[in-house]
């Protein structure tokens, strides 16, 4: 093999290697903002939760205002018998 030949197939695989090290690295980049957002949602998501008092949260599961008031406290008063 000429050393033109070579040399040009060195270059080739050093541009190869480049590229595939650079692309590795771009994706762990990627894969790591998504993380970071998911997991920024998931804090507010938490948040959100953590102020959903019992009645709020019966309500939401379709529950009537006064029948969650009335369940929650006759489960609030099992609890303090026991």
Do not use: P, W
């Amino acid at each position: 093999m000429s050393y033109r030949l070579q040399f040009c197939f060195i270059i080739a695989c050093a541009a190869f290697a480049c590229g595939f090290f650079y692309g590795q690295a771009a994706g762990k980049k990627h894969n790591l903002q998504q993380a970071l957002a998911a997991f920024a949602a998931r804090e507010e998501i938490n948040h959100a939760v953590d102020k959903v008092d019992a009645v709020d949260l019966c309500l939401a599961l379709g529950g009537v205002r006064e029948t969650c008031r009335s369940a929650l406290r006759r489960v609030g008063e099992a609890a303090k018998s026991e």
